[in-house]
């Protein structure tokens, strides 16, 4: 079947981005659509010759990009947010088909991508006045570090570059970007945008497998690292950056708590925690992974999850009816299908899901589990996928310890009619982003990133943006 796609219908029309010309490769990748498991498109690969290449194009363009203006920058990143809204329909189509989310979905996507991209460069990043006195003055000036590599995962690979992008150019730097190999095709195309707007090789794309990324984190002409994914990973790209002392920013996984106080509408709040939870098909590094509900709304809540569980429309991203796809790839889908098991076979009671469907594609329904143990893998370790547990607590103290007693600190949510309560008990989740009545609310003013070993450093705001930067003292002796 592979051969007759190969031969029939594959998608061949990318092209890697390299110093300001459409490239091919000797070598290719060849995408699945996990709706069916099955390849639909190939893409070139890059290896150590083209990575030189679009490194040595970048690190030429920055000397005159690094020159420019912040209004100049801010201007043709604003063309970028055009052109993505121009090319939203094709974009998402094929940001579905690679993958599985649903479309309305993949739409989103790439209009959150824009706007967030217009929203970053309204930010100023003025030079700071430490000292004036009689005797010095003394200034705090932010300048651009040179060549940034950009490694981006599979589950959101739209928003997730365009954030560490945009960050990066308008702060005067250059760009190596690289999608994961699951998913390179939306990115690609995003590059033929790109290199429509900026100037030869102040953006490459490259598509290629995990050996690229090592390739790039030990890049000696790359001064900087931005990596989305998963913290196993994210650890080895540390270690790798460290060769060479690179900047490096991680924003890695998460297992997200929600807290249900007792004063809440279980069935007012359902729909929104459900989604909070599945989104993606729990593919969301923010996702709520973990419900922890207070005793006496703790039955009630599950029924209202369940009922929403139920409803929820699982099927191909392409079909307008769909509201939860397919997880993306096999791996994952091996992964989730193995926490289930073992799940189950802990005695662990499995109120809605569970039966992975015997067809083509990596479907898994929504899936809840309750009367399970703290230290179980699914409450200890982060899924990934449609497969959520709901813990009971009685004591408010209590339910916050076991929130806090994981290795991950991404974001977490308090539940709460009174939120100057809520707002005090988020204040103590030790998370990057701790929400009151929402889960997943994100702002290019507002900083992101995680605590422990979620991540280092922060995306968006002003915070994120000065990541992409060196600072420098100025100090003058009147």
């Known amino acids: 079947m592979a051969e007759r796609a190969e031969s029939f219908s594959l998608l061949t029309d990318f092209s890697l981005l390299i110093d300001g010309e459409a490239r091919q490769a000797l070598e290719h990748l060849h995408v699945i659509n996990p709706a069916y498991g099955e390849p639909f498109a190939r893409c070139p690969a890059a290896g150590q010759a083209e990575l030189d290449e679009a490194v040595a194009g970048a690190r030429r363009a920055f000397e005159s990009w690094r020159r420019t203006s912040y209004e100049h920058r801010a201007g043709l990143i604003r063309e970028l947010a055009a052109a993505l809204r121009e090319h939203q329909d094709p974009l998402a189509e094929l940001l579905t088909r690679e993958q599985g989310k649903p479309l309305n979905q993949s739409v989103a996507e790439i209009d959150r991508g824009a706007a967030q991209s217009e929203g970053m ?11 004036d006195d009689e005797q010095r003055h003394i200034e705090l000036h932010y300048r651009p570090l040179g060549v940034v590599g950009i490694i981006t995962p599979w589950n959101a690979p739209v928003n997730l570059a365009l954030g560490p992008l945009v960050s990066a150019l308008y702060t005067g730097n250059t760009i190596v970007l690289k999608p994961s190999p699951y998913t390179p095709l939306t990115t690609l195309k995003l590059g033929e945008l790109l290199g429509e707007i900026f100037p030869a090789g102040v953006v490459n794309v490259l598509a290629g497998g995990d050996d690229l990324g090592q390739s790039m984190t030990e890049h000696a002409d790359i001064d900087k690292i931005s990596f989305t994914g998963s913290v196993a990973t994210g650890k080895k790209v540390f270690a790798s950056a460290a060769g060479t002392l690179k900047r490096v920013t991680l924003e890695l996984g998460g297992n997200d708590p929600a807290i249900i106080l007792d004063d809440v509408d279980p069935k007012a709040i359902a729909k929104r925690v459900f989604f909070a939870s599945f989104v993606n ?28 569980a139920n409803a929820a429309v699982v099927g191909n991203g392409l079909d307008p009816a769909t509201q939860l796809g397919p997880i993306q790839n096999r791996m994952q889908f091996d992964k989730v299908v193995n926490v289930l098991e073992e799940t189950r076979q802990s005695g662990a009671r499995i109120l809605c899901g569970g039966e992975v469907p015997d067809e083509p594609g990596y479907f898994f329904p ?9 230290d179980s893998r699914l409450v200890r370790d982060e899924q990934f996928g449609p497969i959520v547990p709901i813990l009971k607590f009685s004591d408010l103290d209590d339910a916050l310890r076991r929130a806090n007693d994981t290795r991950y600190g991404l974001s977490g949510s308090v539940w709460t009619s009174d939120t100057e309560k809520g707002a005090e008990i988020a204040a103590q989740l030790e998370v990057g982003t701790a929400w009151v009545n929402q889960h997943r609310a994100t702002s290019a003013y507002v900083p992101f990133g995680g605590a422990k070993e979620s991540g280092y450093g922060r995306q968006y705001s002003i915070l994120g943006l000065k990541g992409y930067m060196e600072p420098e003292v100025v100090s003058v002796a009147k």
């Open 121 to 131: 460069v309204g930010i100023e990043i003025p030079v700071e006045t430490l000292i």
């Open 281 to 308: 098909s729990g593919q969301v590094c923010m996702a709520i992974k973990r419900i922890y509900a207070h005793e006496s709304v703790y039955d009630e809540l599950c029924e209202a999850l369940v009922e929403q």
């Open 366 to 374: 929504p899936t809840l589990v309750t009367d399970i143990a703290e």
